[in-house]
Nanobody, 123 residues
Framework: QVQLAESGGGSVQAGGSLRLSCVVS?????MTWFRQGAGKEREWVASMNIDNQITYYADSVKGRFTISHDEDKRTSYLQMNGLKPEDAAVYYC???????????????????WGQGTQVAVDS
């Protein structure tokens, strides 16, 4: 069983930055961030192949968000810059073994989830 724990959420002004962290209990190939805004479905944000460091991003966050991983700390990060009100959501990290590509955008493709961390963006 893989256990995930997010932290780093909070409230920022539009245009501000936050860095989310996700501590993972053991090594696993693919790390991903999803988000779920109020009244919305869970939305894929970014994924990373830990083996080769290849990253994937949703168009809505490309150029503003950066996913990274520090295996020494067993922690994945989501650096969020240029935050917009529409980025406000509960952010979840998820993990899965690599089956094909790590770019798995459907929540149903993941069985390992963190508890979520809230991000609020004030306009």
């Amino acid at each position: 069983q893989v256990q995930l724990a997010e932290s780093g959420g909070g409230s920022v002004q539009a245009g501000g930055s936050l860095r989310l962290s996700c501590v993972v209990s053991r090594w696993i190939n693919c790390m991903t961030w999803f988000r779920q805004g109020a009244g919305k479905e869970r939305e894929w944000v970014a994924s990373m192949n830990i083996d080769n460091q290849i990253t994937y991003y949703a168009d809505s966050v490309k150029g503003r968000f950066t996913i990274s991983h520090d295996e020494d700390k067993r922690t994945s990060y989501l650096q969020m810059n240029g935050l917009k009100p529409e980025d406000a959501a509960v952010y979840y990290c998820a993990a899965r073994p690599k089956i094909g590509s790590c770019r798995a955008v459907e929540a149903s493709q993941y069985i390992h989830w963190g508890q979520g961390t809230q991000v609020a963006v004030d306009s």
